[in-house]
Every structure is written in structure tokens, then in C-alpha cells.
């Protein structure tokens, strides 16, 4: 008799490991790259409007209004615009449309954990391309013939962009889809919507999770050139994004002093805590996201995560050949990074 009735590349899956949600109050969380800020207020009146007798009613399963609004602010036409639940669904339908059984999906490694998932759940095979000493990639390290390329820019965990000329090179050579997974970019100095604009095999993701803080809410987007989209929307769950997303993502969008505000914030913290981090003699490696990838001193960095955790600090490990020295910080308030700062120096 069959031993499992799963599918044997499920069989075989180790599934993703998401950032822990700690069950107790009063931590200082700083290991999913959640933004520190509650989201802008507009947001929330909005969803408590939308909160009565019409949660009976299926929500528009296309999710225009939302769409609409995305394709004006980032400078789309109706049809370059997909929403998400989250843009973890974005990512999971790039897989469905565009990954044959048995087809590759080529990463960088060290990249975000879930692409490896995603890959061989839909029984595909994957193809890792090593970042070089500084964070860099050539393009001529790609296969061409990759029916499905992943890129992050700027890269989880590392935070380092990944510079426009690379991403124009590596577009033009391949002869299969780029995603360019934009979950961070509102941090950081230059994004590839101009590319996704111009580019037929480009679709740039974006997340409402990190820099507009609504990682609870569920919300992402993709934009890109229409037939792509269409192949995307072939395969979506009819109704992929309830009313109250939707409605928060529109009312998100309507309030982009407060965005930019949250991001600057965010952004200054960074750089203080990277200046204070490094006068401490930690190894920060350069990062546009909103989180700092650090090695620090003295003990192993698997070690300072338990040390963290004792003193009610959570970050982030991922213990791989490539990131086991390292440590993933998410930045908080700044009396947050404050209290972090003299734990380090209570530990060091
Ligand atoms: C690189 C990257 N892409 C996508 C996501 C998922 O974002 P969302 O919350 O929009 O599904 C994450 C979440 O941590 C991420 O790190």
C-alpha cells in the first residue's frame, strides 16, 4: 500500500519555516521585517467603514478599484496590475503559470527561503547562482533558457540592491520570465518599475506588508508587461482578496505623505543603528531594506540569537553555509534599537 497519498515532490517538500509569532507580549520583535509603525489611520477607518451587513457578499474578485489605484501610482495601465494576498500569492502564481513540470527556476543563493518551496512544490527543479564576496551577481551566471528567474532587489537577507543595469542585462538575455521581487524597494534608492514598463518579460513585485505596514492585512501586487499579467490572472484563486483588503489597500494608497514619512523613519534608523553597530566593531553588510544583515563579534551569531532571546529581543537566523555568521535585524522604533543597543553592550 502507498505510504502517503501525496504527490512524491510533496513527499519529499520541506515546507517553508515563517519568522516566529511569539504568543507572549512584550517582546522586542525584530525577525520578520514587520514596519514598527502602525499603518496610516486613514487605513484603519477605512476597513471599520467597510465593517457591516456587506461581508455577506462575495468581494470583486478582480479587485479593481485597488488595481485602478496601483496602476495610477506606479504608472501601469489597468491590464499591467495583478493583486495579491500578500505577495507570497503573487509569487505562488508566477510558479503556476510560467513553471512546467520538471521545468528550472533559477535563483540567487543566499536569497528569500520560500523560492526553493515554491519551486519544487510545483515539481520543478531549481538552479542557485552564488552572490560574489561583495553581494554581486553576473548576468552571465544565469541560464538563459530558465523558464522562471527570481531576483530580489534589494535582497532578503542581505538588504543589498541589485543595480539597474544588472537587472536590464539579465532581462534582455533571458529568454524566459524575471521577477524582480520588490518587497523592499520603498527603502531603497532605485526600484525596476521602469524596466517592468518597457520589458516583456519583466514583472516587478511589491508588497504592502513591510512599508506600509500591513503585514496582517495580507496585500501584494505585481506589474509588468499585460500578457504576463494575463497568464497570472488565468490561474489565481477566484477571489484572492477579500473586501477588507482591498478596501485597505486603496484607502493605503490615498495616503502617501504618511507612507513616505513611515519609510524616511525607518530608513534613519537603519543608518544610526548600522553607525552604532559598526563603532561597536559588528560586520554590517550594506542594506537599502528595512532590516540590517550584521556578523557580530565575540561569539557565534547562533549564540547571540538565544542571548537576544533571553532578554525578550527576537531576531533572525538562518542557519545556511552563507548566513550562519550573520544576524537579521528588522528595524524598530528607535527606543526599540535603543534597548537592543544596550543589550549588545551588556552581552559584548
Ligand atoms: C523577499 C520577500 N518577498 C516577499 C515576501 C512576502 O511578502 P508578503 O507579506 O507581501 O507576502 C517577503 C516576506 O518576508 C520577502 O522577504
Known amino acids: 500500500m502507498k505510504s502517503s497519498f501525496a504527490r512524491p515532490c510533496i513527499e519529499r517538500l520541506r515546507p517553508y519555516v515563517p519568522g516566529e509569532q511569539p504568543k507572549i507580549s512584550g517582546l522586542i520583535k525584530l525577525n520578520t521585517n514587520e514596519n514598527p509603525y502602525p ?12 465593517l457591516d451587513e456587506r461581508l455577506r457578499l462575495y468581494p470583486d474578485p478582480t479587485s479593481d478599484r485597488l488595481r485602478a489605484r496601483i496602476a495610477a501610482a506606479y504608472g501601469f495601465r489597468l491590464d499591467q496590475v495583478i493583486a495579491g494576498n500578500g505577495s507570497d500569492d503573487i509569487l505562488t502564481l508566477c510558479l503556476r503559470a510560467f513553471v512546467d513540470d520538471g521545468a ?35 548576468p552571465a551566471a544565469f541560464d538563459a533558457r530558465a523558464s522562471l528567474t527570481l531576483v530580489v532587489h534589494p535582497n532578503a537577507p542581505t538588504g543589498t ?5 544588472f537587472l536590464r542585462e539579465l532581462a534582455r538575455r533571458l529568454k524566459g520570465v524575471l521577477v524582480v521581487d520588490e518587497a523592499y524597494a520603498d527603502f531603497a534608492n532605485e526600484n525596476a518599475l521602469a524596466l517592468a514598463r518597457k520589458a516583456r518579460n519583466v514583472l516587478v513585485t511589491r508588497s504592502f506588508s513591510k512599508s506600509f505596514s500591513l503585514a ?29 483588503a482591498q478596501t485597505a489597500g486603496v484607502a493605503a494608497l490615498s495616503d502617501m505623505p504618511y507612507h513616505r514619512r513611515c519609510v524616511a523613519r525607518v530608513v534613519r534608523t537603519r543608518e544610526r543603528l548600522r553607525r552604532e553597530l559598526e563603532r561597536r ?26 542571548a537576544l532571546k533571553i532578554r525578550r529581543i527576537l531576531v533572525r537566523w538562518f542557519d545556511q553555509p552563507e ?26
Open 281 to 306: 566593531g559588528w560586520r554590517v553588510v550594506p542594506s537599502q531594506a528595512n532590516f540590517l544583515l550584521v556578523r557580530p563579534p565575540g561569539r557565534p551569531a547562533g549564540q547571540w540569537l538565544g
Open 39 to 50: 499603518p496610516s489611520p486613514k487605513v484603519l477607518a477605512a476597513i471599520r467603514r467597510e
Open 104 to 138: 528550472f527556476v533559477q535563483f540567487p543563493r543566499p536569497t528569500y527561503s520560500l523560492y526553493p518551496v515554491l519551486t519544487q512544490i510545483q515539481n520543478g527543479k531549481t538552479r542557485e547562482i552564488p552572490f560574489d564576496d561583495d553581494f554581486a551577481l553576473d
Open 216 to 244: 496582517g492585512m495580507r496585500l501584494g501586487f505585481a506589474v509588468g508587461d499585460a500578457a504576463l499579467v494575463e497568464a497570472l490572472f488565468k490561474v489565481k484563486d477566484s477571489y484572492n482578496l477579500d473586501r477588507l
Open 161 to 165: 540592491p541589485l543595480p539597474q543595469d
Open 323 to 348: 548566513t550562519r555568521d550573520f544576524l537579521r535585524i528588522t528595524m524598530g522604533t528607535d527606543r526599540q534599537m535603543d534597548r537592543f543597543l544596550s543589550v549588545v553592550d551588556d552581552l559584548g
